[in-house]
């Protein structure tokens, strides 16, 4: 498929198998896609891969869909090829029948002593089709011993050539390649023939995935061709590495780069977002809080060929970015849940300091107390006391007092900022006093100064 297709046409997929939980390489690709979707009117599907019985748990699938809730990466279009057997069987007949997948007896063993000897003699490790030789009655043979055949599509040794969205003009020599096994001796179906089944029978107009996926997708074309059907589109982008540099998994990373695991750490799904949509573009990477936006500037054809890394450094910078972005109307009820809501003054007060909304509640318990007060020198302390101004109070206050201080006590710069801040907080950093000062009211501030709890 090439050129411009009718939005109406655009079909895109995002298909985890339900065998771990999400990292944020498999978030990047849910995200691509569900973006170039929304970008061109197209729709996302979310499609389970789950034909491998013995690996994926439906508490798995149950995951996968509420991480992309929780991203906000609704499907317009669900499948699970549990549920499609029929329909990948009847493929396979066809191919059969065409001579184009045939049976293999070899066991892993044997595959691997061949491979063995080929690369002892420095040929490269591809399948020499010896099963292609075998008569019927060898094949009888071998399986009245037991054996049961795998099955194995039979690739054309021809170069396959399509033209990468992102990769440019690409080349797959099939006879560089072994024949590729779609059926296991237990009769179970491999990734490939499910995957290209689904994506005919439900016209998927654009496969989007990573660049580890370059070789598969000339195999891919030619089953595609075998079944009569068209190629759709295809872009690989580069990989996700983790912060040293190794590829993302699900067993090794599940616990750093899961999706529940950042959730669960405070961080905001429009964070990830952002920082992903972004990663290996030339273009900056910016807070956004909404999907919309994202679809709006996604333009796949920018992103790079090199492979990059996730730091959790840069998603905090974006997740307190994004925190920035956000209204106390957008905020207000996730303040309520934290029993934090104490109005827009103190949300605009405090929202500038946050890294993770949660730590709104610790500035909550800064403003109501019970404080504990730092005095570090009572004299001073009491001088200021004893210059506050009475209420009502706004953001002028903070000047007004402060120069009152300075002129009882000759104090300035940080000699007269920090006690003040240490006394009213308990800390050393934080929110602009001139803001929280008339959250904390001029009782509470007394008794601080007093060096009281409150």
Request: hydrophobic letters at 45%.
């Amino acid at each position: 498929m090439s050129g411009n297709p009718d939005p109406s046409d655009i079909i895109v997929r995002f298909a985890p198998s339900p065998t771990g939980r999400l990292h944020v390489g498999n978030a990047r690709a849910a995200l691509f896609n569900f973006l170039f979707a929304r970008k061109n009117g197209g729709r996302f599907m979310l499609r389970m891969d789950d034909t491998d019985d013995a690996r994926s748990t439906a508490e798995f699938a149950a995951a996968i869909e509420e991480d992309l809730r929780w991203l906000g990466l609704t499907h317009d279009i669900f499948a699970r090829q549990s549920e499609r057997l029929a329909a990948y069987e009847a493929a396979a007949e066809k191919l059969k029948a065409d001579g184009r997948l045939y049976p293999a007896y070899e066991s892993a063993v044997e595959l691997d002593r061949r491979r063995k000897r080929q690369h002892a003699r420095g040929l490269p490790p591809v399948y020499d089709r010896a099963a292609l030789d075998l008569t019927d009655e060898d094949r009888a043979a071998l399986e009245a011993e037991g054996r049961k055949p795998h099955w194995r599509f039979k690739l054309a040794h021809e170069h396959t050539t399509f033209e990468d969205m992102i990769q440019g003009h690409v080349e797959v020599d099939g006879a560089s390649l072994s024949d590729p096994v779609l059926i296991r001796e237990d009769g179970r179906f491999l990734y490939t023939l499910p995957s290209i089944v689904d994506d005919i029978d439900f016209r998927v107009s654009h496969v989007i995935r990573g660049s580890d996926h370059i070789t598969n997708t000339g195999v891919q074309i030619q089953i595609i061709r075998a079944l009569g059907a068209a190629p759709p589109a295809f872009a690989h982008y580069s990989l996700l590495n983790g912060p040293e540099g190794k590829p993302l998994s699900k067993r090794d990373d599940a616990e750093r780069f899961s999706l529940r695991a950042l959730r669960e750490a405070g961080y905001e799904a429009m964070a990830l977002n952002a920082l992903l949509a972004r990663l290996g573009t030339p273009e900056p990477v910016e807070p956004c809080l909404s999907l919309a936006t994202l679809a709006e500037g996604f333009d796949i054809s920018s992103l790079g060929r090199s492979d990059i890394r996730f730091d959790p450094a840069d998603l905090a910078r974006v997740n307190a970015a994004c925190l920035h972005l956000m209204s106390y109307a957008q905020a207000q009820p996730r303040l309520a849940a934290l029993s934090a809501d104490l109005g827009e003054a103190f949300w605009d007060a405090v929202k500038p300091n946050l890294v993770l909304f949660a730590d709104a509640a610790d500035w909550a318990r800064i403003v109501e107390g019970p404080v504990e007060p730092v005095i570090e020198e009572r004299d001073f302390a009491a001088a200021a006391a004893a210059s506050l101004p009475p209420e009502p109070w706004d953001q002028a206050t903070w000047g007004l007092w402060t120069d009152a201080v300075k002129q009882a006590t000759g104090r300035k710069g940080k000699a007269l900022f920090m006690p003040l801040r240490l006394a009213l907080t308990g800390l050393t950093h934080g929110p602009e006093l001139k803001n929280l000062l008339p959250l904390i009211g001029r009782e509470r501030a007394k008794a601080r100064l007093s060096g009281l709890t409150a």
